[in-house]
Protein backbone atom coordinates (compact mmCIF):
# COMPACT_ATOMS: atom_id res chain seq x y z
CA UNK A 1 0.00 0.00 0.00
CA UNK A 2 1.34 3.67 -1.21
CA UNK A 3 2.37 5.72 2.21
CA UNK A 4 -0.01 8.59 1.95
CA UNK A 5 1.75 12.11 2.40
CA UNK A 6 -0.15 15.16 4.17
CA UNK A 7 0.93 18.34 2.32
CA UNK A 8 2.16 21.26 3.97
CA UNK A 9 -0.69 23.61 3.78
CA UNK A 10 -0.05 26.90 1.43
CA UNK A 11 1.58 29.80 2.58
CA UNK A 12 -2.21 31.52 2.32
CA UNK A 13 -4.05 28.89 3.66
CA UNK A 14 -1.71 29.10 6.79
CA UNK A 15 -2.11 32.70 6.73
CA UNK A 16 -5.74 32.63 6.42
CA UNK A 17 -6.01 30.23 9.62
CA UNK A 18 -3.80 33.25 11.58
CA UNK A 19 -5.76 35.73 10.56
CA UNK A 20 -9.72 33.30 11.27
CA UNK A 21 -7.80 32.31 14.83
CA UNK A 22 -7.10 36.22 15.44
CA UNK A 23 -10.17 37.10 14.58
CA UNK A 24 -12.27 34.34 16.61
CA UNK A 25 -9.73 35.38 19.49
CA UNK A 26 -11.89 39.07 19.39
CA UNK A 27 -15.21 38.15 18.15
CA UNK A 28 -16.20 34.98 20.01
CA UNK A 29 -14.08 36.64 23.04
CA UNK A 30 -16.76 39.77 23.39
CA UNK A 31 -19.59 37.86 21.87
CA UNK A 32 -19.45 34.41 23.63
CA UNK A 33 -20.92 31.05 22.27
CA UNK A 34 -23.36 33.27 20.25
CA UNK A 35 -20.77 35.84 18.28
CA UNK A 36 -21.34 35.67 14.57
CA UNK A 37 -19.30 33.17 12.48
CA UNK A 38 -20.13 35.56 9.42
CA UNK A 39 -18.52 38.90 11.73
CA UNK A 40 -15.14 36.33 12.37
CA UNK A 41 -15.14 35.91 8.54
CA UNK A 42 -15.17 39.63 7.81
CA UNK A 43 -13.19 40.72 10.56
CA UNK A 44 -10.29 38.18 9.17
CA UNK A 45 -10.90 39.47 5.58
CA UNK A 46 -12.22 36.12 4.21
CA UNK A 47 -15.17 34.57 3.16
CA UNK A 48 -17.49 32.32 5.58
CA UNK A 49 -16.34 29.51 3.04
CA UNK A 50 -13.00 29.90 4.03
CA UNK A 51 -13.42 30.07 7.59
CA UNK A 52 -15.50 26.64 7.47
CA UNK A 53 -13.10 25.31 5.26
CA UNK A 54 -10.63 25.35 8.17
CA UNK A 55 -12.50 24.83 10.82
CA UNK A 56 -16.03 22.52 9.54
CA UNK A 57 -17.90 23.77 13.12
CA UNK A 58 -17.72 26.22 15.82
CA UNK A 59 -17.00 24.17 18.37
CA UNK A 60 -13.99 23.06 16.00
CA UNK A 61 -12.73 27.32 15.74
CA UNK A 62 -13.22 27.66 19.59
CA UNK A 63 -10.97 24.50 20.58
CA UNK A 64 -7.98 25.79 18.01
CA UNK A 65 -8.01 29.71 19.86
CA UNK A 66 -8.46 28.67 23.23
CA UNK A 67 -5.40 26.13 22.39
CA UNK A 68 -3.78 28.45 20.64
CA UNK A 69 -3.96 30.83 23.68
CA UNK A 70 -2.29 28.08 25.67
CA UNK A 71 0.65 27.38 23.45
CA UNK A 72 1.15 30.62 23.44
CA UNK A 73 1.35 31.07 27.36
CA UNK A 74 3.61 27.96 27.66
CA UNK A 75 5.73 29.64 25.29
CA UNK A 76 5.69 33.18 27.06
CA UNK A 77 6.26 31.40 30.41
CA UNK A 78 9.63 29.62 28.91
CA UNK A 79 10.57 32.99 27.10
CA UNK A 80 10.23 34.95 30.34
CA UNK A 81 12.72 32.22 32.27
CA UNK A 82 15.75 33.77 31.20
CA UNK A 83 14.55 37.28 32.37
CA UNK A 84 16.70 39.07 34.70
CA UNK A 85 14.05 39.78 37.03
CA UNK A 86 11.92 36.47 38.03
CA UNK A 87 9.50 38.72 39.90
CA UNK A 88 9.00 41.32 37.29
CA UNK A 89 8.87 37.75 34.72
CA UNK A 90 6.14 36.46 37.07
CA UNK A 91 4.24 39.75 36.62
CA UNK A 92 4.76 39.94 32.74
CA UNK A 93 3.15 36.01 32.36
CA UNK A 94 0.23 36.83 34.59
CA UNK A 95 -0.43 40.06 32.71
CA UNK A 96 -0.54 37.97 29.20
CA UNK A 97 -2.80 35.34 31.46
CA UNK A 98 -5.67 38.67 31.08
CA UNK A 99 -5.42 37.95 27.68
CA UNK A 100 -6.51 34.61 27.77
CA UNK A 101 -8.94 35.21 30.66
CA UNK A 102 -10.79 37.48 27.82
CA UNK A 103 -10.97 35.46 25.25
CA UNK A 104 -11.96 32.23 27.36
CA UNK A 105 -15.18 34.44 29.37
CA UNK A 106 -16.84 34.79 26.15
CA UNK A 107 -16.10 31.62 24.85
CA UNK A 108 -16.71 29.52 28.64
CA UNK A 109 -20.84 28.42 27.15
CA UNK A 110 -19.39 27.14 24.01
CA UNK A 111 -16.23 25.02 25.47
CA UNK A 112 -18.34 23.68 27.86
CA UNK A 113 -20.69 22.27 25.14
CA UNK A 114 -17.49 20.73 23.53
CA UNK A 115 -15.90 19.10 26.06
CA UNK A 116 -14.55 16.19 24.06
CA UNK A 117 -12.03 13.27 25.26
CA UNK A 118 -9.69 14.97 22.94
CA UNK A 119 -9.98 18.57 24.25
CA UNK A 120 -9.25 17.19 27.81
CA UNK A 121 -6.34 15.52 27.25
CA UNK A 122 -5.29 18.15 25.64
CA UNK A 123 -5.75 20.72 28.28
CA UNK A 124 -4.28 18.52 30.51
CA UNK A 125 -1.36 18.22 28.59
CA UNK A 126 -1.22 22.15 27.86
CA UNK A 127 -1.90 22.41 31.35
CA UNK A 128 1.41 20.18 32.71
CA UNK A 129 3.81 21.43 30.16
CA UNK A 130 2.64 25.28 31.40
CA UNK A 131 2.68 24.53 35.38
CA UNK A 132 6.05 22.70 34.64
CA UNK A 133 7.55 26.23 33.04
CA UNK A 134 5.53 29.01 35.46
CA UNK A 135 7.59 26.48 38.09
CA UNK A 136 10.68 27.24 36.67
CA UNK A 137 9.73 30.70 36.61
CA UNK A 138 9.31 30.52 40.84
CA UNK A 139 12.57 28.60 41.14
CA UNK A 140 14.51 30.84 39.50
CA UNK A 141 13.63 33.48 42.00
CA UNK A 142 13.73 31.33 44.78
CA UNK A 143 17.00 30.50 44.07
CA UNK A 144 18.25 33.77 44.01
CA UNK A 145 16.43 34.77 47.24
CA UNK A 146 13.60 37.07 45.68
CA UNK A 147 10.60 34.92 46.28
CA UNK A 148 9.46 33.29 48.99
CA UNK A 149 8.95 30.01 49.70
CA UNK A 150 6.07 27.87 49.47
CA UNK A 151 4.60 29.45 46.26
CA UNK A 152 3.79 26.58 43.58
CA UNK A 153 2.48 27.03 40.03
CA UNK A 154 -1.03 25.84 40.96
CA UNK A 155 -1.02 29.13 43.64
CA UNK A 156 -0.38 31.67 40.75
CA UNK A 157 -2.73 30.10 38.35
CA UNK A 158 -6.07 29.66 41.30
CA UNK A 159 -5.00 33.35 42.36
CA UNK A 160 -4.90 34.93 38.63
CA UNK A 161 -8.32 33.31 37.72
CA UNK A 162 -9.91 34.21 41.56
CA UNK A 163 -8.97 37.63 40.82
CA UNK A 164 -10.09 37.54 37.28
CA UNK A 165 -13.32 36.25 37.90
CA UNK A 166 -14.45 38.26 40.98
CA UNK A 167 -14.18 41.55 38.90
CA UNK A 168 -17.79 42.20 36.96
CA UNK A 169 -16.73 42.44 33.14
CA UNK A 170 -17.16 46.29 32.41
CA UNK A 171 -15.07 48.72 30.53
CA UNK A 172 -12.24 48.94 33.62
CA UNK A 173 -11.94 45.25 33.64
CA UNK A 174 -8.92 44.67 32.70
CA UNK A 175 -7.46 47.84 34.39
CA UNK A 176 -8.62 46.50 37.63
CA UNK A 177 -7.81 43.10 37.54
CA UNK A 178 -3.85 44.22 36.53
CA UNK A 179 -3.68 46.70 39.64
CA UNK A 180 -4.88 43.90 41.91
CA UNK A 181 -2.36 41.02 40.48
CA UNK A 182 0.27 43.80 40.62
CA UNK A 183 -0.56 43.89 44.41
CA UNK A 184 -0.27 40.42 44.66
CA UNK A 185 3.23 39.88 43.05
CA UNK A 186 4.44 42.77 45.42
CA UNK A 187 3.35 39.89 48.42
CA UNK A 188 5.60 37.44 46.78
CA UNK A 189 8.67 39.08 47.46
CA UNK A 190 10.63 37.44 50.28
Known amino acids: MAEVRKRKPR ?11 EAAKEILGRGGPNASLDAVARRAGVGIGTLYRHFPTREELFMAVFSRELDQLIVTAEDLVERDDPLEAIRSWLHANV ?11 A ?13 TERSSLLRAAVDRLLDK ?6 IREGVSAEDLMQTL ?4 YARQPGP ?4 NVLRIL ?3 VDGLKK
Open 11 to 21: ADAQKNRELLL
Open 99 to 109: DLVETKRGMLG
Open 172 to 175: DWRE
Open 141 to 146: GRSIGE
Open 161 to 164: YAIC
Open 111 to 123: MSLVVTEDLKQGY
Open 182 to 184: DIF
